[in-house]
């Protein structure tokens, strides 16, 4: 027998005494030899290795895979080192140095592998593991399989980045992003604007080298790159009791701040946006009031990061009156009563749609409606009924064939609903005519409908502040101050269960209502319109409306249609379901790559 002289060739002549023993050679090291020094450690240094070794999670690899970028992906691995293994988790952002310059990717993919060639899946093996209960780490290869970002690069003495169009060498260190301002680039998320939350990774806050460590998620919301986000709409979407409420009120707070003006279509004036709230749970009111459970604390550390808090001190809130109804509210902000006039289903007769009609019925109501308000004085609900009851005026219709009979019986019963008549024409000025008191710039105006039992009237009121909003937004004639006021006003409308307003539907009447309010949407970058849409069904909304919305802000769902609506990427679409509390995957094209972030765990203003 031979035995193999390779390993010999690394050891200099000094260091062994070479012997012949019975035909086999034997060397001795002599005294001092280190095995650990020998093989372990290099004199040389790679460049960008000194002073990370402590930091780095391992190098990158070609003992598993070869190298490799293309455009349409890529294969890097990296060998993770036995200490850092329990910090590895799939999302991790990390950074590869190509010297001045770096790539920045994310983990996709970990894995273990044996390092020796065993055969560990054995009733011997099993059972000795089990006794012992542990595993020697340097027994297995720790693989982590990166996804490029993008490359990080100096220009002009500011970060900037590009495609991955380079490739990392081998045995470069893999390193965590300690930087605030490579993790911000990165992921392309703007340095200010509309505070959401902190970036986060599994769940677990991302921390930097940075006062304060956190890295800070901003919607934008300036007209560097075009108008501000919050008109390209927003969607806040989640099951019951993922904190919805609690989420949407830390956001909109921040849109109430003095100094937060908009451009305003037609003039040279800027101005604080009115923020509306169709608030069906009667909690945003409270926006009036500070939260009395936050610290010094709490509130240095919303300094540190430009996150406004404290109540609303410009909050009203507007209250229908409903016949045999009354509001006790859960705030102090100034309560004051409303009531929808008939006279506004002139040109909105989609208004009588909460009283359930088939087509036919419902084309026959609109004929009715015309020839009632072509008569003349008042044009309440009760003159309605008389008019339509008129015998005289139902066999001009039957007998005509414009309506048939048993069509006309029907409309007569549906109208003659008692929400209709609790809800229309009631003691109280007309909503129409308070519209400069609603839509004020700097304003929080509520409009809660928690105390109406009926749906159909719940409904009915919320459709009609959406139709005042929308009609006045996209009118090209004004005639009143009060249309004038929502006109040239920046208005953010918060709509809560938007599922229930907005849905695709195959009834004309509702075909109606989601077509205006998606031209609306469309029209929103320029007449000053921002929707923020509220719901725990988002698969519910008209598709049409749905593709108008530009940041979607996904909370815990676990409906397996309302994920697939939502179209993010597949890794992110696992992880929905098991979003905790105040956590949320942020899905906005056009602020920042696809993230996950976790909000603030104290609410600025109150909350109950």
């Known amino acids: 027998m031979r035995m193999d002289k390779d390993i010999f060739a690394y050891i200099s002549s000094e260091k062994k005494d070479s012997r012949i023993i019975a035909g086999f050679e034997r060397t001795t090291a002599v005294e001092g030899f280190s095995f650990e020094e020998e093989y372990m450690i290099t004199t040389e240094k790679h460049p960008d290795t000194e002073d990370i070794t402590e930091e780095a999670f391992g190098i990158i690899t070609t003992g598993i895979e070869p190298l490799e970028i293309t455009e349409s992906g890529a294969i890097i691995t990296g060998y993770i080192n036995a200490e850092r293994r329990k910090d590895m988790r799939l999302g991790t952002y990390v950074i590869v140095p190509y010297g001045e310059e770096h790539l920045f990717a994310r983990i996709w993919k970990i894995q273990y592998k044996q390092e020796f060639a065993v055969d560990d899946a054995t009733e011997l093996h099993s059972r000795r593991m089990l006794r012992s209960n542990n595993i020697d780490e340097v027994d297995y290869k720790f693989l982590a399989y990166l996804d490029p970002i993008c490359i990080l690069y100096p220009r002009d003495q500011i970060m900037a980045r590009r495609m991955s ?5 081998p045995n470069t260190p893999i390193l965590p992003v300690k930087n605030k301002t490579m993790i911000q680039t990165g992921l392309n998320i703007p340095r200010e604007g509309i505070f959401l939350g902190h970036l986060s990774v599994g769940g677990e806050v991302v921390k930097t080298h940075a ?8 919607l934008r919301n300036d007209y560097l790159m075009g108008d501000p986000l919050v008109f390209r709409h927003m969607l806040v979407c989640g099951s019951t009791g993922t904190g919805k409420t609690f989420l949407t009120k830390n956001i909109l707070r921040q849109f109430m701040v003095q100094d937060n003006r908009y451009n305003v279509r037609g003039t040279g004036a800027r101005k604080n946006p009115c923020l509306v709230v169709l608030d069906p749970q009667d909690e945003y009111s409270q926006m009036l ?10 509130e240095l550390s919303f300094r540190s990061e430009k996150v406004d808090f404290g109540g609303c001190v410009n909050t009203r809130t507007f209250v229908a009156k409903v016949d045999g109804q009354s509001y006790n509210g859960r705030s102090r902000a100034q309560q004051m009563e409303f009531t929808i006039p008939f006279e506004m289903v002139r040109n909105n007769s989609w208004l009588m749609a909460p009283v359930g009609m088939t087509d036919l019925q419902y084309l026959g109501v609109e ?4 020839e009632f308000f072509k008569k003349a004085g008042e044009h309440t609900y009760n003159r309605f009924l008389e008019h339509i009851s008129d015998e005289l005026v139902r066999d001009n219709y039957v007998q005509s064939g414009k309506v048939h009979e048993t069509s006309y019986d029907a409309i007569v019963r549906r109208v003659r609903d008692k929400a209709l008549s609790r809800v229309f024409d009631q003691p109280a000025r007309p909503i129409d005519q308070m519209l400069e008191e609603v839509i004020r710039p700097g304003q929080v105006s509520v409009f809660p409908t928690e105390y109406i039992s009926n749906g159909r009237i719940r409904d009915l009121i919320t459709l009609t502040l959406m139709m005042i909003i929308v009609d006045n937004k996209l009118s090209t004639k004004l005639n009143t101050p009060g249309e004038t006021a929502v006109k040239e006003t920046p208005i953010i409308l918060a709509l809560d269960e938007a599922h229930r307003y907005l849905a695709s539907t195959t009834s004309e009447h509702s075909r109606r209502i989601v077509s205006k309010f998606t031209e609306a949407a469309r029209q929103g970058r320029k007449e000053g319109l921002g929707l923020c849409l509220i719901t725990q069904d988002p698969q519910d909304i ?7 919305v530009n940041t979607r802000i996904i909370l815990n769902l676990t409906n397996d249609a309302a994920i697939g609506a939502l ?4 890794e992110y679409e696992k992880r929905i379901p098991y979003l905790k509390k105040g956590q949320m995957i942020v899905h906005s094209p056009d602020n920042s790559d696809m993230v996950e ?3 603030l765990q104290r609410c600025v203003v109150k909350h109950i």
């Open 597 to 599: 972030i976790i909000g």
């Open 289 to 298: 009031e500070d939260n009395s459970e936050l610290t010094a604390a709490d």
């Open 165 to 169: 169009d380079r490739i990392p060498q």
């Open 367 to 370: 004929l009715l409606l015309d």
């Open 211 to 218: 006062v304060p460590p956190t890295v800070p998620y901003y």
């Open 542 to 548: 008209d598709d049409t409306v749905f593709k108008q």
């Open 567 to 570: 179209k993010v990427k597949k």
